[in-house]
């Protein structure tokens, strides 16, 4: 469907199926993101240099040193639906330590967030981000930042629809919260009439996917290694967005516009048929993001309008998050509900929101160990089937926190694009010491 | 919310209590009880109009009923915003315990209506607008409910004056204070307000029954540049769970060139 536009960005690849190199993809990817991050604090130390500064800040100055390590042991509840995928248990560790600068006038800031997990079972699984890596310069009224960072837009909880400056690592979770560094040029004012930010974004950065071994993929494993892209420039083209945000009272909007190589892949088959590769195309994307905060009740909406996967379409989440405060003791109970809608067709990227309904419940009991619940599900309203979460949290000690964690895929049916991970019920306990 | 030990603020109605005691003074009325409650909150708030900004750092405990203790260590952020009509500006900044480091809350304070809040959260660097409607609800885990903490803005209650009568080395003047906002979870306040120095050294706090919920004491008062006088321990004891948090405050630091521009949302993004 997509023959004109796919080239082979490498005709040396190897088929599937045959080992790789092992930890080859996501060194290859490290160094770049290392070249990034460099240029990100050359330039930050030309500015120390161009203000005079330099060593006397370099002094003057406030490190902050923190971060996290974590055990994590995710257990799948079923047989594997697809040849070679792992059983049971997956068990893997995640180290993310932070390192941050500032200069005494807090003028220059650095920061350093490097990313690595290593995963037990799957290869793809394991790997190491550069999460953040910049420097920052904040004039009055005015910022700009080089180098690698995570940009958060949109209000919604059930999908964030709008937020599209950063990759997705989907390896991390389904829930496409996680997400990799992205390399940028950032520019932002805060005025009287909002906040207007400009992205320029030199290096494009590819979705990760579950490997052979891994649950939670395609029934074909997604060759990472073979990308394939519109642009001629591949991963080096420049990406552009704009973001205005404001709040008015009650009203807090964002305006958003992006150009560049959209970060959902369309998963094309391979012509040996064995394995799909993924392919992304350029897009333009308006996003409109909108909370009204009344009382107890969150009002949210975030709706997008996009070209260049498929026929131009349109995507929205809309709905509230209501709070019954101490609704026992302490307690507060939160409910949500969001609608989901999406127009794209089948030349886009898929998409399992296409007419479905979220409901959620949040339970904190403010207590000192941040006791906190939280249950959902998103039905398709087509298909009636079910993804549901259930996660808990609690602090145990001053340094240690544990989270548990469980999804799954009910009466899935073999039309919805869940269906891949009808089998991969699973749940999942997260040991984390912070420091 | 504001985690502010001044537990007072300036507001319009400064020139009027002047006014009510200028005519007080010079015999002209009798002055009724509100009319005094209001004369000795008023002195006391004026006694900090015109700090500008401040920061400090501060260690909360909060202990259970069985004496157990767990400690946050966080930094609050405060702009004086000369517009009596709206309140202060404020950020909270978490720097332990470990998993809550970098988390943020930065409020623009109200007078009647609820404050405009923004909630940080590292994790995502996502910026929520949170309700702040939540005003009896407990303030992380502490025995401070977030209306504790918000900036007691002169205007946010009627006032009954009590009697005098010692407390420790001083003498107090005894205030009863009612909230005009909504949501509150007190039915009423009593103040302790020395008369050396116009500062608040003691609150007792009834719930919405009318009985005694909780204790806060004041201490450690410290007066800096320009006369500014702040608490450097407070210790809020709850009678009915008896359950306790301290806050203990660092040295503070006053003209430290904060401005409108670090207490926007934007801001948020940049604290780590």
Known sequence: MISSRTRSSGSDRQATGTPRPAHGPWLAQGQRLIVSSVLGWALGALGLGALGLGADAARAGELDWSGSIELELRSFLSDPAFPDQLRGGQGSVVLAPELGFKTEDRRHQFRLV???????????????????????????????????ERVFWGVAESRHLV???????????????????????????????????????????ERTFSGRDGRLRTPLVVDTDDAQYES????????????WSHFLGDWDVGVSYFYG?????????????????????????????????????????????REGQGRTFGAAVAGFEYTLYQVKAAADLGLLAEYLWDDRDDFAPPTAFEDDLFLGARL??????????????????????????????????????????????????????LAAFAADDFAVVRLAYHF | MRINPRFKRSSQLAVASFAISSMVASGLVAQTMEEKGFEVAARSDRSDRGFGDSRADLTMILRNAAGKESKRTLAIHTLEVADESVGDKSLVIFDSPADIDGTALLSHAKILDP??????LPALKRVKRISSVNKSGPFVGSEFAFEDFTALELNKFDYKYLRAEACDDLQ?????????Y???????????????????????????????????????????????????????????????????????????????????????????
């Open chain 1, 232 to 243: 001629s420039a591949e991963d080096s083209r420049v990406d552009l967005a704009l973001r």
């Open chain 2, 172 to 180: 107090c003047d005894v205030v009863e204070r009612v909230p005009r």
């Open chain 1, 163 to 205: 937020d599209i400056i950063n990759q997705t690592d989907s390896v991390e979770d389904v829930d496409e919260e996680d997400k990799l560094g992205q390399p940028m040029i950032a520019l932002s004012t805060s005025r009287s009439w909002g906040t207007l930010a400009l992205y320029v974004m030199p290096v494009f950065r």
């Open chain 1, 114 to 148: 490097p990313y690595l997990r290593l995963d037990g079972r799957d290869d793809e699984r394991s790997h190491f981000d550069l999460r953040q890596a910049y420097w920052r310069y904040v004039g009055d009224g005015w910022e700009i930042l080089a180098g690698l």
């Open chain 2, 115 to 120: 404050d405009d809040q923004w909630l940080y």
């Open chain 2, 182 to 272: 909504e949501h509150s979870g007190y039915s009423r306040q009593v103040a302790w307000i020395d008369q050396t120095d116009f500062q608040i050294r003691r609150v007792d706090f009834y719930d919405r029954r009318g009985d005694l919920i909780k204790t806060l004491t004041l201490g450690e008062y410290r007066s800096y540049e320009g006369g500014y006088w702040r608490t450097h321990r407070m210790e809020m004891v709850n009678h009915q769970t008896k359950k306790s948090t301290d806050l203990l405050y660092g040295d503070y630091t006053f003209a430290t060139g904060l401005s409108d521009d670090d207490f926007v949302k934007n801001a948020l993004l940049r604290i780590r």
């Open chain 1, 364 to 417: 904190a009991l403010n207590d000192t160990q941040d006791t906190t619940v939280l249950a959902g599900g998103v039905v398709d309203l087509d298909e009636r089937s079910w993804a549901v979460l259930i996660e808990a949290e609690r602090r145990l000690t001053d340094h240690f926190t544990i989270e548990v964690e469980s999804r799954l895929f009910l009466d899935v049916s073999e039309e919805d694009l």
């Open chain 1, 261 to 305: 190589t959209g970060r959902e892949p369309r998963l094309v088959p391979a012509a040996t048929g064995d394995r799909l590769l993924p392919f992304y195309d350029v897009i333009q994307q308006i996003g409109v993001d909108v909370q009204y905060t009344r009382g107890a009740w969150l009002w949210k909406l975030e709706a997008l309008a």
